[in-house]
């Protein structure tokens, strides 16, 4: 499930941080709250052209495997370039719902997989990290390889933090139908309630 589909950024030698989350993606969120982005550094990109391009994509679900013994504590980022334009490694930041006290006790690190799935496979199979740096609502990891994806996983029941939402449906001029909408505490996942038709009344 990609909802807003694979989307292109154009990046040049004076680098900068892009945000990787759609418009209107933190909508229903806090306004402090962290959102995926990119960080280029100055310099990275190194083409006859003066600019390069970086492909990317927020999936919240699909046919995904963590590693054994370990859940999903994010949405997973598709990202793809060309690796010969780049010369110094890009820097993700990806906000998490990890809810526990202890991240190194709790195997808080990043995942990855390839972005091709091998031939007759079903599901891309994440494999942990070494390194990345992880804030109590958001992880950072430098990136090295061109064509990856990429999510925070920690260990199976370990606490996640949640949003409940209050939703309103209408179904006809008169009838209306309140609902709590329980999802991970992304604000992402308000984006997708709200494509599938849902109303925010009291995030």
Request: net charge negative.
């Amino acid at each position: 499930m990609i909802p807003d589909g694979i989307q292109s950024l154009t990046t040049d030698s004076t680098g900068g941080q892009y945000q990787l989350e759609p418009p209107g993606g933190q909508e229903g969120g806090q306004e402090d709250e962290p959102v995926i982005s990119l960080k280029v550094p100055p310099g990275a990109v190194k083409t006859r052209g003066g600019s390069a391009t970086v492909d990317y994509a927020v999936i919240p679900d699909g046919p995904f495997r963590p590693p054994d013994g370990y859940q999903f504590g994010s949405v997973v980022v598709y990202i793809s370039y060309d690796g010969r334009s780049f010369t110094l490694a890009h820097s993700l930041s990806l906000p998490h719902w990890y809810g526990g006290q202890d991240g190194a006790r709790d195997g808080l690190v990043f995942a990855m997989a390839p972005h091709a799935m091998e031939e007759g496979e079903q599901f891309y199979h994440f494999k942990t990290l070494d390194g990345g740096e992880f804030g109590v609502r958001h992880g950072n990891l430098n990136l090295n390889d061109p064509h990856v994806l990429l999510a925070v996983v920690f260990r199976q029941g370990v606490t996640q933090s949640y949003y409940a939402s209050l939703w309103t449906c209408q179904y006809s001029p008169t009838l209306f139908c309140n609902k709590v909408v329980i999802t991970f505490s992304h604000h992402y996942w308000l984006q997708v309630c709200s494509v599938r038709g849902l109303h925010d009344v009291n995030a």
